[in-house]
């Protein structure tokens, strides 16, 4: 079945690029949503935003201006980037895949995820 | 953006008993609802989508209601692997995917 495993660097500088990949095994990136979640206490989950296997991307407008997702099918990945990061950004960060939605052919819901990588924003 | 308000925020249950999780909608939201388990160090996994049907491999003790506004979690008979955090998300009004806050399920 379908893994999927964040990895990157698990602090960043203020004011830095948090850079951060998923790699999927297992299955196909094709015809998927590929997402990206982060977990904090004080925001609790929160939707970054997501990829689409033909490139396509939608964001959490609460964060668009400062993220970039990204994807490598040779590779069978996909990417994070959040500029400009804060405090405010610690926090665990999870990608996850959305199969299309049979009834709506929109995107469906966040299965599997992968088991999370802690980012620390701190100097 | 849609709210989904949690609650109680705390359930405290024995293993056998029925539990009982409301999840609340700041406008209609249809039938986009799911809900996840989280256990301590894990991931979220996915149990219930579209608001009553039961994800993959999950099991028939798991049930789920609602449309509109208002949604609930049942479990009929507590195991005790099944305490942990639930969570719901919503696909009605996006982007974006918006969540609750989460109603930690703790053995009395």
């Known amino acids: 079945q379908v893994r999927l495993q964040e990895s990157g660097p698990g602090l960043v500088k203020p004011s830095e690029t948090l850079s951060l990949t998923c790699t999927v095994s297992?299955?196909?990136?094709?015809?998927?949503?590929w997402n990206w979640i982060r977990q904090s206490p004080g925001r609790g989950l929160e939707w970054i935003g997501y990829?689409?296997?033909?490139?396509?991307?939608n964001y959490n407008p609460s964060l668009k201006s400062r993220v970039t997702i990204s994807l490598d099918t040779s590779k069978n990945q996909f990417s994070l980037k959040l500029k400009s990061v804060t405090a405010a950004d610690t926090a665990v960060y999870y990608c996850?895949?959305?199969?299309?939605?049979?009834?709506?052919?929109?995107?469906?819901?966040?299965?599997?995820w992968g088991q999370g990588t802690l980012v620390t924003v701190s100097s | 953006e849609i709210v989904l308000t949690q609650s109680p925020a705390t359930l405290s249950l024995s293993p056998g008993e029925r539990a009982t999780l409301s999840c609340r909608a700041s406008?209609?939201?249809?039938?986009?609802l799911a809900w996840y388990q989280q256990k301590p160090g894990q991931a979220p996994r996915l149990l219930i989508y579209?608001?009553?049907n039961r994800a993959t491999g999950i099991p028939a003790r798991f049930s789920g209601s609602g449309s509109g506004t208002d949604f609930t979690l049942t479990i009929s008979s507590l195991e005790p692997e099944d305490f942990a955090v639930y969570f719901c998300?919503?696909?009605?009004?996006?982007?974006?995917?918006?969540f609750g806050q989460g109603t930690k399920l703790e053995i009395k």
């Open positions: 406008q209609s939201i249809s039938t986009n």
């Open positions: 998300q919503q696909r009605g009004n996006w982007p974006p995917y918006t």
């Open positions: 579209d608001a009553s």
């Open positions: 990829i689409y296997s033909s490139g396509s991307t």
């Open positions: 996850a895949r959305v199969p299309v939605h049979v009834g709506t052919g929109h995107p469906g819901w966040l299965d599997p």
């Open positions: 297992g299955g196909s990136i094709t015809s998927y949503y």
